[in-house]
């Protein structure tokens, strides 16, 4: 489902503008894992090839609940009833802009606005319109069932697990979600933002209905702003595959992974390139005619040369791993939105 005016062609040219880009360090050499080898898609760049540029960003930009973007496909995940704030920030093109969708509760006071989410679990959207926007910006609100429906830790039979009882000691960012998007056959290709998809995130411990998933907003801004730099750079036509988004902690201890995984808060993601030739492993990115650790590393330097770039410090920092194949997967990279630098 995606929104009106908000087509592939039009995310792309409106994304270049957006990013401060760059691409990757020269690969390592090691030995190569048991998965079938790709073909070299390209010669690895040096770190003397390296260049780093500075688009001019694309005003409006819109802030809403400490968030803020210019994407044209943006999600917020609220609870039934809540009540928000957004602004046009200032620098912005003057004049008048509208921000309006059915549902949902809108008070205007210029370049602001107040609004109260619908009282039912859903999806509804709000479009902003103004100056300088040729087609409106689709600001979504994923109203989330509460926590408080989790019984036994089961929501709706969906099995989620026991969280901490409060923040496991490490801060605001490991507490209890608020909340649950319920995933279903009719909404689970419904955009979240221009190149992702909601069903790509959900836990991967049942093929059954109804399932849930917890999302961070950042996240998916992290996400788009490394997949439009890829482009730009001609790594990758299409976004990145996100092998592994959300996890309930029933699915996280089942896998024996750590307790406190940022993927349990849904601002993780495990992420690859599959692009040339699509075939369900990591590109050959480092050019070496194998497919190895070293293409995991080579997205990973790649990724660091991002986040050298104020914009990126800004808003993005986080943790980023590094992970070779094993019997059930190619290598890959884990990014996340903690807010604080981890490297492994």
Request: aromatic letters at 10%; glycine letters at 12%; charged letters at 15%.
């Given at each position: 489902?995606?929104?009106?005016?908000?087509?592939?062609?039009?995310?792309?040219?409106?994304?270049?503008?957006?990013l401060f880009v760059g691409v990757a360090p020269a690969a390592l050499s090691t030995q190569a894992q048991a998965v079938p080898p790709p073909q070299p898609i390209r010669p690895a760049p040096t770190v003397q090839q390296l260049t780093l540029a500075a688009p001019a960003p694309?005003?409006?930009?819109?802030?809403?609940?400490?968030?803020?973007?210019?994407?044209?496909?943006?999600?917020?995940?609220?609870?039934?009833?809540?009540?928000?704030?957004?602004?046009?920030?200032?620098?912005?093109?003057?004049?008048?802009?509208?921000?309006?969708?059915?549902?949902?509760?809108?008070?205007?006071?210029?370049?602001?606005?107040?609004?109260?989410?619908?009282?039912?679990?859903?999806?509804?959207?709000?479009?902003?319109?103004?100056?300088?926007?040729?087609?409106?910006?689709?600001?979504?609100?994923?109203?989330?069932?509460?926590?408080?429906?989790?019984?036994?830790?089961?929501?709706?039979?969906?099995?989620?697990?026991?969280?901490?009882?409060?923040?496991?000691?490490?801060?605001?960012?490991?507490?209890?979600?608020?909340?649950?998007?319920?995933?279903?056959?009719?909404?689970?290709?419904?955009?979240?933002?221009?190149?992702?998809?909601?069903?790509?995130?959900?836990?991967?411990?049942?093929?059954?209905?109804?399932?849930?998933?917890?999302?961070?907003?950042?996240?998916?801004?992290?996400?788009?702003?490394?997949?439009?730099?890829?482009?730009?750079?001609?790594?990758?036509?299409?976004?990145?595959?996100?092998?592994?988004?959300?996890?309930?902690?029933?699915?996280?201890?089942?896998?024996?992974?750590?307790?406190?995984?940022?993927?349990?808060?849904?601002?993780?993601?495990?992420?690859?390139?599959?692009?040339?030739?699509?075939?369900?492993?990591?590109?050959?990115?480092?050019?070496?005619?194998?497919?190895?650790?070293?293409?995991?590393?080579?997205?990973?330097?790649?990724?660091?040369?991002?986040?050298?770039?104020?914009?990126?410090?800004?808003?993005?920092?986080?943790?980023?791993?590094?992970?070779?194949?094993?019997?059930?997967?190619?290598?890959?990279?884990?990014?996340?939105?903690?807010?604080?630098?981890?490297?492994?």
């Amino acid at each position: 489902m995606s929104p009106a005016g908000v087509g592939a062609r039009g995310r792309v040219a409106w994304l270049a503008t957006w990013l401060f880009v760059g691409v990757a360090p020269a690969a390592l050499s090691t030995q190569a894992q048991a998965v079938p080898p790709p073909q070299p898609i390209r010669p690895a760049p040096t770190v003397q090839q390296l260049t780093l540029a500075a688009p001019a960003p694309t005003p409006p930009w819109l802030v809403c609940g400490g968030e803020r973007s210019q994407l044209p496909l943006w999600s917020l995940f609220v609870l039934p009833g809540e009540r928000g704030d957004c602004e046009i920030q200032a620098g912005s093109p003057a004049g008048g802009y509208r921000l309006q969708g059915p549902g949902v509760q809108v008070q205007t006071a210029g370049q602001r606005w107040s609004w109260q989410a619908p009282a039912q679990p859903g999806l509804v959207q709000l479009r902003l319109e103004g100056p300088g926007l040729k087609q409106p910006r689709i600001l979504q609100l994923w109203v989330m069932t509460p926590a408080a429906a989790v019984v036994d830790g089961r929501l709706q039979g969906f099995r989620i697990g026991q969280y901490p009882g409060n923040d496991g000691g490490r801060g605001p960012l490991y507490g209890p979600p608020r909340g649950y998007v319920e995933v279903t056959p009719a909404n689970a290709a419904t955009r979240v933002s221009p190149e992702y998809r909601l069903g790509q995130f959900v836990s991967k411990q049942s093929p059954h209905y109804p399932k849930y998933v917890v999302l961070r907003t950042r996240l998916l801004e992290k996400l788009e702003w490394l997949t439009t730099a890829a482009r730009l750079q001609g790594m990758a036509e299409g976004p990145f595959v996100v092998m592994s988004g959300y996890r309930t902690p029933y699915y996280n201890a089942r896998l024996g992974n750590r307790p406190l995984s940022r993927h349990q808060w849904g601002g993780a993601a495990d992420v690859y390139i599959d692009d040339r030739p699509r075939d369900g492993h990591m590109d050959d990115l480092n050019g070496d005619g194998r497919l190895s650790r070293e293409d995991a590393v080579w997205l990973a330097q790649w990724i660091e040369r991002q986040a050298a770039t104020p914009a990126y410090r800004e808003r993005f920092i986080g943790g980023l791993g590094i992970y070779g194949s094993t019997s059930s997967h190619g290598p890959f990279v884990h990014i996340d939105v903690r807010g604080v630098r981890a490297r492994w």
